[in-house]
C-alpha cells in the first residue's frame, strides 16, 4: 500500500467510525465498514512494522 492509499484508506475508516459514531450505535453498516477499515489499517502496520524490523536485521546468506 503507497503512503497515499494508507492516507485514503485511514480517511474512509475516521469517515464510517463517525457515522458509527453519530448514529449512536444503531449503523450496524457503518460499525461493519469502520471495523473492515481497520483490519486493513492494522494489517499495514503489521506488514510495514515487518519489513521495518527486517531491514534493521538484515539476514545473512551462507548458502550463496
Known amino acids: 500500500m503507497s503512503p497515499k492509499e494508507f492516507f485514503d484508506t485511514v480517511v474512509e475508516m475516521r469517515k464510517h467510525q463517525l457515522a458509527f459514531e453519530r448514529s449512536k450505535g444503531r449503523d450496524d453498516l457503518a460499525k ?24 534493521a536485521t538484515p539476514r545473512l546468506d551462507f548458502e550463496s
Do not use: F, G, P, T
Request: net charge neutral; glycine share 0%.
Open 32 to 55: 461493519r465498514c469502520a471495523k473492515d477499515y481497520e483490519q486493513r489499517i492494522d494489517y499495514e502496520i503489521a506488514r510495514v512494522s515487518l519489513l521495518e524490523r527486517e531491514k
